[in-house]
């Protein structure tokens, strides 16, 4: 069958601009590779938690976020990073709002049928954080205390599972982990559940703090994504070829001056 004149000459038109556009100079060239790194891929974070993912003046910093920057180039995507409560989000990458998550999120099987996760980055011990003088280091410790956790974080999970076998434990939630130390310190709770190097982080502002390591309790904190998300593979693979190319560990030593430690406690 004949084609109209029309059609075969659009077609022509068609196929000459794209072999005149891929042999072109490298002025097209570098702009077509331009429109590749223009792909934008928003990462929510809730910045509360030093040295993590925290305001510095204006600037939402930390290790997660240096991590997230590594991995954007890595895999030639622009970053734009949108901060919210802890609680906002799983739902945020549910509803697509943000492509994926880096907040010190631990994997959990529970958050795993709702979404997904990369390989963890980090791993470390949860800590009890009191202005006492003894410190808390078991479970049974937190009986007859109220204890303060982050809504929505496995510490409230954690805590709530306590309180469910002892009924002498009082939890409760708040959004923002600034919020628990304030309560903390206005003697309005007794103990704080977060992770030991955040609450190391506050103690250097606030020293009447007691930071201990609560035994049997490690936790690990991976990059969260929407379920099935296609960039999984491909943030896996950036986290690799940092991990090999030195970066992270760069990354690492920058804000955990004690790196080497990093893996075994405080
Ligand atoms: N690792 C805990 C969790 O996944 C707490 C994380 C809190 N993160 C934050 N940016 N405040 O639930």
């Not at 109209?4 to 570098?30: E, H, N, V």
Request: aromatic residues 8%; proline residues 4%.
């Amino acid at each position: 069958m004949h084609m109209p004149f029309l059609k075969r000459l659009s077609l022509f038109l068609i196929l000459f601009s794209g072999t005149f556009l891929a042999g072109c100079s490298d002025d097209k060239a570098s702009s077509a590779v331009e429109s590749d790194k223009a792909v934008e891929l928003v990462m929510g974070t809730s910045a509360d938690m030093p040295p993590f993912e925290f305001y510095e003046a204006s600037q939402i910093v930390g290790y997660d976020i240096d991590i997230a920057k590594a991995i954007a180039k890595e895999i030639g995507v622009k970053l734009q990073i949108r901060d919210m409560d802890f609680s906002a989000l799983i739902p945020s990458l549910q509803s697509g709002r943000v492509q994926f998550v880096m907040a010190s999120m631990t994997p959990t099987p529970e958050r795993e049928k709702s979404i997904s996760f990369s390989e963890p980055y980090l791993t470390l011990p949860l800590a009890a954080v009191t202005l006492e003088q003894d410190i808390i280091t078991t479970q049974k410790g937190l009986s007859n205390k109220r204890v303060g956790v982050q809504l929505g974080s496995t510490h409230e999970q954690f805590a709530r599972d306590v309180a469910s076998r002892d009924d002498t434990v009082k939890v409760r939630s708040l959004n923002k982990l600034a919020e628990l130390i304030q309560e903390l310190i206005s003697g309005r709770l007794d103990v704080l559940i977060m992770e030991t190097k955040t609450a190391k982080s506050f103690q250097q502002v606030n020293p009447d703090l007691k930071v201990a390591a609560l035994e049997d309790n490690t936790v690990s904190f991976a990059i969260a994504f929407p379920k099935d998300s296609k960039w999984i593979e491909k943030v896996n693979k950036a986290l690799e070829n940092l991990q090999v190319s030195g970066r992270l560990n760069a990354i690492r030593a920058a804000w955990f001056s004690d790196y080497k430690n990093t893996l075994s406690g405080l």
